[in-house]
Every structure is written in structure tokens, then in C-alpha cells.
């Protein structure tokens, strides 16, 4: 278990702390080898729910990069897998579900799944977390994650991946109520998945609302920030709430005020972004991953200037503005935690 002054709890409860505290969303995944040589020959949910190699996946970039934080090993749609759902990531696609959740009558018959079945069948999530707490050491937390009812409706409701989630925005206006129940339902599954890293040890949870900024601001406000806050409230570890293209309502990230952190993308300046959420939040991101490939210093100084820019806010957690692309040289974000430590370069 981390000490509560490990950087990163540090830097969510609103410090500074000496240490920069640095880690990336999908760390653990395909830009590491060793990643690819654990994963062959077991699919993906699969390997999710079997402990000691969710644990292990989970571990590889923390003794990789010397990161702050682990992010644990698993999916947004484990939870759904756990109460009986029939899905699978396709490789190279994401998410897909045999039965999509479209009518009145699928939502009334999905969501009459009690969510405590997915605490019930969570021991493998308990299981994989305490063998990751048990490795880590007093400065590395783990971070829990679940995804935030919009997004996961998002493949829901279509039956798969997306570009434009018309599906999920349609039903919102179309049938508010089948709406509301569904992400009602999805907010408790999400809860009940973060109860269960928390259970075994996870001392911060992030929220992934990656596809919220497909919505307008009304339509957030109205029909899913509600529901996102149920997933979070009373939560007793610090809470990140993370959303691509949600510039236009980032003040609304901040759910009311019950997210510690809110993820930034890497189209809105670090400083911008400070201005908008206030004193009482801390940012977290914002390299933007289309930079990983690019020439040392060009990199080098954009790490500097995110740094830089995230000095207007209460604290700062150094992330990228989305997750690693699985084609990137996991070399160079061992180079961006070491820049950002102050060793090298
Ligand atoms: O380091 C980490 O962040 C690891 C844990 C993690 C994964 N998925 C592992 C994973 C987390 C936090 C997620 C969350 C997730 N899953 C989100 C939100 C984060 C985001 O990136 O916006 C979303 C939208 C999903 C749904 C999903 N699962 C997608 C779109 C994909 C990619 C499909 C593909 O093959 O390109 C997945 C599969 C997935 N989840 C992989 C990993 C490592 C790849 C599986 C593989 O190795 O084949």
C-alpha cells in the first residue's frame, strides 16, 4: 500500500510535491513486448480475469518506466462481462456485444441484471489487485478505473465501436426514460467495479468518459454528468474524471465539485484549462500523443511546456491528453518520466 505522501495522492489532494508525479493511460498494453509476448494465445477479457496475469500485465510499465502510478490491468466492459453480458474485444476493433441494447425492451431486459451480481462475481478483480498492491512499493499507488455510463452505453447501444455514438445520443431524446434507466444501471455496474479495486487496494479511481466530447453541453448536463456522479459519489479515494474533446464543459467535469482531477485532452492548453476549472481541481495530461514520434527536442520541449502550463493549476498529474497508440517506442516515455523527474535530458 502507498504512503498517503506518495506524488500522485499528493498532487490529487491539490500539493506540489517535489517528485512530478507521471503516468500514462494504457501504460500496461501493446507498445510493450513484453506485453505482447504475455498476451499470445489468451483473448483479452479473458486475460482480465485471470489474477496473476492481470497483476503481472499491470506491473510491466511501472518497473519499465519508473512511473508514479499503476494504472490496473483491465477494460471498461469487465464489469458488463461480470453480470452475464455477452461481449468480447475484438483485437483491432474494441468492444462488441452479441445482443446491442436498442429498444425499451432491451434496456428493461439488461438492466434488470441486479448490479450487486457484479460485486458478487468480482473476485478475480479483488484477487489481481491485492497481488499488484502487494509488489508495489510506498510511492507507487494503484489507480482503479471503471468507465463512465455514457461511454460504456456508447458501445452498448451500438453493439460496438463508433465514431459519432448516434445510437447512445439518439436514445437520449428518443426514449429518455429507457435512457436514464440504462445509465442509471451502467453508473451502479461501473460503482460496483471501482467497490471491488478499492476492496482490494486501489487508492485512486479514474473515470473514463473518453467519448463525452461527442456531446453538446446540454446534452451532458442533462443526461449523463448526473449519472457519472452517481458512479463517483462517496467514494472515499481520490476520484479523476477523464474526458477526450471536452473542452466546451470542463468546468462540468468537475462533477459538482466531487472529482479531485479532471484529464485534459491535448487540445486546450494546460493553463487555459486551469483558469476554467478553478483553484479546487487538480489537471492532469496533456502531451499529445501525435508527438511520440517525433524528433527528441521537439518532444522534449512540448513535455516542458505542458509542465510549464500545468503550473496555473492547484497540481498537476504529467499524463498524455489520451492513451499510448500501441505503436508507440515505449523507450520514449521512459525518456518523457525522466525528464519530468528532473534526471536526465
Ligand atoms: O494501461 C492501461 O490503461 C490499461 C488498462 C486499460 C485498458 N482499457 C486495456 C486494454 C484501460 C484503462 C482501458 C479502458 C478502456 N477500454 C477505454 C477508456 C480509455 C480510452 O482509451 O479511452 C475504452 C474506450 C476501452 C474500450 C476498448 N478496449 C478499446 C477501444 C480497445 C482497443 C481495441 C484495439 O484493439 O485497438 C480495447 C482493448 C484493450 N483494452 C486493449 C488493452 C491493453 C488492447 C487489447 C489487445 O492487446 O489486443
Not at 512530478?20 to 489468451?42: C, D, H, I, K, N
Not at 519499465?64 to 483485437?91: K, T
Not at 459538482?256 to 485534459?264: S, T
Amino acid at each position: 500500500m502507498a504512503s498517503p505522501d506518495a506524488p500522485l495522492l499528493r498532487a490529487l489532494r491539490g500539493d506540489r510535491p517535489e517528485r512530478q508525479p507521471v503516468w500514462f493511460m494504457r501504460q500496461a498494453g501493446r507498445s510493450l513486448p513484453e506485453y505482447r509476448e504475455l498476451r499470445v494465445g489468451t483473448r483479452m477479457l479473458d486475460a482480465c480475469l485471470t489474477p496473476d496475469l492481470a497483476a503481472e500485465i499491470t506491473l510491466q510499465p511501472v518497473r519499465r518506466h519508473d512511473v508514479d502510478a499503476a494504472i490496473f490491468f483491465s477494460d471498461i466492459v469487465v464489469p458488463l462481462r461480470l453480470a452475464g453480458v455477452a461481449v468480447e474485444i475484438e483485437p483491432g476493433r474494441g468492444p462488441v456485444f452479441a445482443e446491442p441494447v436498442r429498444t425499451a425492451a432491451d434496456v428493461a431486459r439488461v438492466t434488470s441484471i441486479d448490479p450487486a451480481d457484479v460485486a458478487a462475481a468480482a473476485e478475480p478483480i479483488r484477487d489481481a489487485v491485492r497481488l499488484v498492491v502487494a509488489e508495489l512499493g510506498d510511492q507507487v499507488p494503484l489507480i482503479g478505473f471503471a468507465g463512465a455510463p455514457f461511454t460504456l452505453a456508447a458501445y452498448l447501444v451500438e453493439g460496438g465501436p463508433s465514431k459519432e455514438h448516434l445510437r447512445a445520443r439518439g436514445m437520449m431524446h428518443a426514449d429518455p426514460e429507457s435512457w436514464h434507466r440504462l445509465a442509471g444501471w451502467l453508473a451502479q455496474v461501473s460503482r460496483a467495479f471501482l467497490a471491488a479495486q478499492i476492496d482490494g487496494g486501489a487508492q485512486a479511481v479514474q473515470l473514463f468518459d473518453s467519448w463525452a466530447g461527442s456531446l453538446s453541453r446540454a446534452a451532458f448536463l442533462e443526461y449523463v454528468a448526473p449519472h457519472s456522479r452517481v458512479a463517483l459519489e462517496g467514494i472515499d479515494v481520490p476520484r479523476i474524471h477523464f474526458g477526450v474533446g471536452t473542452g466546451p464543459f470542463l468546468a462540468d467535469m468537475r462533477l459538482g465539485g466531487i472529482a479531485d482531477a479532471v484529464g485534459v485532452d491535448w487540445r486546450m492548453p494546460l493553463d487555459e484549462a486551469a483558469a476554467i476549472v478553478g483553484p479546487d481541481t487538480t489537471l492532469q495530461g496533456n502531451i499529445d500523443p501525435a508527438l511520440l514520434g517525433a524528433p527528441w527536442p521537439v518532444l522534449a520541449a512540448h513535455v516542458d511546456d505542458v509542465l510549464d502550463r500545468g503550473r496555473g493549476a492547484r497540481a498537476h498529474v504529467l499524463n498524455l491528453g489520451h492513451g499510448v497508440p500501441p505503436d508507440t517506442d515505449p523507450t520514449v516515455l521512459t525518456r518523457i518520466v525522466a525528464r519530468a523527474h528532473g534526471d536526465v535530458e
